[in-house]
């Protein structure tokens, strides 16, 4: 029989053993956080900008966009169509730059490509959107025959106008905001090198330092 010393040993060599095991084996606990290994890839919906000014605009030009789109595509007959057919282009690609903008930013996707100026591309896009719609609606008011789609159509129209015009404005602060946090830190660094230059060239000042 073993006496309690044997026991011990036996018990620590054991141990010691286990533990070794446990790492060398590639099945080891993870202590990876649960929200991070959530989504597809690593995406993650942006609630907050939803939720927020920019995100409500945007998902009103979206809807507005579209139900243009829908009105003036329900037009049978035009004569002439050319108004029609400028309608038709502009909402088409109002619809879709404003959609991928939309998915790019709720995702946040944007910040993937930070060498983007997206700030700068959400105001070029609001703003030609803003001026083809007005034209587009303009236009197909003036040529339209006054059936409903085509009053339908020129009313959306209108109202995904005022939209985007708030949107430009929103995104023209964004962008002003951007470059006055851009600009500050190189206004700091060459106060800082004048101040070091100041110092350099006034020996007087050296000597109080010392």
């Known amino acids: ?10 018990d620590g060599e054991a141990s010691s053993a286990s533990m070794i095991s446990a790492a060398s084996s590639p099945y080891q606990p993870t202590t990876e956080p649960v929200s991070q290994r959530r989504g597809l ?8 900008y939803l939720r927020g000014t920019l995100g409500r605009l945007k998902l009103a030009e979206v809807l507005l966009a579209l139900t243009a789109f829908i009105c003036i595509e329900t037009i049978m007959e035009c ?3 050319e108004g029609l057919y400028f309608f038709e282009f502009v909402s088409c690609s109002a619809l879709v730059v404003t959609g991928a903008l939309l998915i790019l930013f709720s995702l ?6 930070p060498q983007i100026n997206w700030n700068l591309t ?11 719609f007005f034209i587009a609606s303009v236009v ?25 015009a708030v949107n430009a ?4 602060q964004r962008w002003r905001l951007g470059r006055r946090q851009q600009s500050r830190p ?10 070091s230059r100041e110092v350099v060239h006034r020996p007087e000042i050296q000597r109080l330092d010392a």
Do not use: Q, W
Not at 41 to 48: H, K
Not at 123 to 131: A, E, K, P, R, Y
């Open 1 to 10: 029989m073993r006496n309690g010393d044997d026991l011990e040993g036996f």
């Open 41 to 48: 890839g690593g995406l993650r919906c942006d609630l907050d």
């Open 79 to 81: 004569s002439p169509c």
């Open 108 to 113: 946040s996707l944007h910040t993937r490509i």
């Open 122 to 132: 959400d105001l070029v896009n609001t703003g030609l959107s803003t001026f083809f």
């Open 140 to 164: 197909l008011a003036a040529l339209n025959h006054k059936t409903g789609a085509e009053i339908a159509a020129v009313v959306f129209g209108f109202l995904a106008t005022l939209v985007f």
């Open 169 to 172: 404005a929103v995104a023209v």
């Open 186 to 195: 190189s206004s700091e660094y060459v106060r800082a090198r004048s101040e």
